[in-house]
């Protein structure tokens, strides 16, 4: 099977394009596609406890401290201990993380306007579908429990 033939090929082809789109986007503005994903997922009036955010970006513990360190350098957040639970952390963004947090969120806004432009409803609703089914075959599969000949 020619790599062009795989599903995965395509997936991470796209994801590796919108990475980069993103990425140069953020660069305008001192940052990255992480820092936008991770301002975006932090809540701009309670914040978010930091124990939170690595699951929903997908972060390993130490990568998501090195963002968090950084995003701190940059002055987009502070980290304060929870009022309810003292054990926790919550990562409170500043107005500076606010305003960035906005940019991010214009900047996948405009991409999706982009995308919709182009594609119909139809085809995009095709694809979220193939895209959730691909995601339940990795959730329940036991392709690798089987014995590959």
């Known amino acids: 099977m020619k790599k062009e033939e795989t ?19 953020a660069l305008k503005f001192d940052g990255t596609m992480s820092i936008g994903y991770a301002l975006l997922n932090i809540s701009s ?15 390993e513990p130490r990568s998501l401290t090195r963002l968090l360190n950084s995003m701190e350098e940059k002055g987009l957040i502070t980290r304060q201990v929870d ?13 500076e993380g606010k305003k960035m947090k906005e940019k991010s969120r214009e900047t996948v806004l ?12 139809q085809k995009l609703n095709v694809f979220f579908e193939v ?3 691909i995601n339940s075959v990795i959730e329940r599969s036991s392709v690798y429990e089987k014995q590959l000949t």
């Open 131 to 133: 895209v959730q089914e």
């Open 110 to 121: 405009k991409f999706n306007e982009a995308v919709r432009e182009e594609i119909s409803n």
């Open 45 to 59: 009036e309670e914040g978010t406890p930091a124990m939170k955010i690595g699951p929903m970006m997908g972060l």
């Open 83 to 95: 009022k309810n639970d003292k054990r926790s952390v919550r990562i409170m963004l500043t107005k």
């Open 7 to 25: 599903v995965d090929y395509h997936i991470k082809t796209a994801w590796h394009a919108i990475a980069r789109m993103y990425n140069q986007q």
